[in-house]
C-alpha cells in the first residue's frame, strides 16, 4: 500500500512538467501516455466489461486527451483523474440505453479525486497486477492471459499451448502463487 501511494505521488509530481512540456511539444504526450495507459484501461474494462470496446474506449481517451491537452490546467490534481473524467464521460456517451441506467448513476456521482480515492487505488492495484504479469515467465504469464483476460478454460489452455491440464493447472497456480506474494510485497 506504501509502494502504491509512493508511486502515485512520485507520478503526481512529475504529472506538471509532463504536462507543461507535452503542451510546448505534442510529441511529448507519448511521455503521459505511457504513465497512465494501464490506469485508464484498467479504469475502462471494470466498467465496460468487454475488451474490444474497452480497448477503443481507451484509444479514445487518450485521443480526446491529446486534442485538448491545451486547454489542461493544473489545479495539483493527477492528470489520471483528468483522464478518468473522459473515460466515464465517453462511457455515459456510448451507454444510452435504459439496462445502463445504473452504471449511469454510478458515473455521474465522480466529482473529484478524492472522492474517488479508494477507486484510484484499485486501478493502481490493477495496473501493478498487470505490469507484475508481465515479469513472469513466459509460458506462466499465457497461461494467466488465456484463463484470466481470455477466460478460457483448463482444457481451452492446456490445447493452445500443447499441455497437459495437470502441466496447466501447476502453471496457473505457480504464477497466482507468484503475483500474491510480488502484490503484498507492493502493498508493504
Same mark, same amino acid.
Given at each position: 500500500?506504501?509502494?502504491? #501511494?509512493?508511486?502515485? &505521488?512520485?507520478?503526481?509530481?512529475? &504529472?506538471?512538467?509532463?504536462?507543461?512540456?507535452?503542451?510546448? &511539444?505534442?510529441?511529448? *504526450?507519448?511521455?503521459? %501516455?505511457?504513465?497512465?495507459?494501464?490506469?485508464?484501461?484498467? %479504469?475502462?474494462?471494470?466498467?465496460?466489461?468487454?475488451?474490444?470496446?474497452?480497448?477503443?474506449?481507451?484509444a479514445?481517451?487518450? +485521443? +480526446?486527451?491529446? =486534442?485538448?491537452?491545451?486547454?489542461?490546467?493544473?489545479?495539483?490534481?493527477?492528470?489520471? =483523474?483528468?483522464? *478518468?473524467? /473522459?473515460?466515464?464521460?465517453?462511457?455515459?456517451?456510448?451507454?444510452?440505453?435504459?439496462k +445502463?441506467?445504473?452504471?449511469?448513476g454510478?458515473? &455521474? !456521482?465522480i466529482?473529484?479525486?478524492? @472522492?474517488?480515492?479508494a477507486?484510484?487505488?484499485?486501478?493502481?492495484? #490493477?495496473?501493478?497486477? *498487470?505490469?507484475?504479469?508481465?515479469?513472469?515467465?513466459?509460458? !506462466?504469464?499465457?497461461v /494467466?492471459?488465456?484463463r484470466?483476460?481470455?477466460?478460457?478454460? /483448463?482444457?481451452?489452455? @492446456? !490445447?493452445? /499451448?500443447?499441455?497437459?491440464?495437470?502441466?496447466?493447472?501447476?502453471?496457473?497456480?505457480? @504464477?497466482?502463487?507468484?503475483?500474491?506474494?510480488?502484490?503484498?510485497?507492493?502493498?508493504?
Amino acid at each position: 500500500m506504501k509502494a502504491l #501511494k509512493k508511486e502515485a &505521488d512520485d507520478l503526481s509530481k512529475n &504529472d506538471r512538467l509532463l504536462i507543461e512540456a507535452a503542451q510546448a &511539444d505534442p510529441a511529448r *504526450f507519448a511521455e503521459l %501516455y505511457e504513465n497512465n495507459f494501464e490506469r485508464v484501461y484498467a %479504469y475502462i474494462v471494470r466498467r465496460v466489461g468487454d475488451r474490444g470496446e474497452s480497448e477503443d474506449l481507451t484509444a479514445e481517451v487518450f +485521443h +480526446h486527451a491529446l =486534442a485538448n491537452l491545451k486547454k489542461y490546467e493544473w489545479r495539483g490534481i493527477p492528470f489520471a =483523474a483528468w483522464l *478518468f473524467r /473522459i473515460a466515464a464521460n465517453l462511457i455515459s456517451d456510448r451507454w444510452q440505453k435504459p439496462k +445502463h441506467e445504473q452504471l449511469l448513476g454510478e458515473l &455521474d !456521482q465522480i466529482e473529484s479525486i478524492e @472522492a474517488g480515492a479508494a477507486e484510484l487505488e484499485e486501478v493502481e492495484r #490493477k495496473a501493478t497486477l *498487470f505490469r507484475l504479469v508481465d515479469t513472469l515467465p513466459a509460458e !506462466q504469464q499465457r497461461v /494467466i492471459v488465456l484463463r484470466f483476460v481470455e477466460q478460457k478454460s /483448463i482444457k481451452e489452455v @492446456a !490445447q493452445a /499451448i500443447r499441455k497437459t491440464e495437470g502441466a496447466v493447472k501447476q502453471l496457473q497456480f505457480r @504464477a497466482l502463487t507468484t503475483l500474491r506474494a510480488r502484490m503484498e510485497g507492493a502493498d508493504a
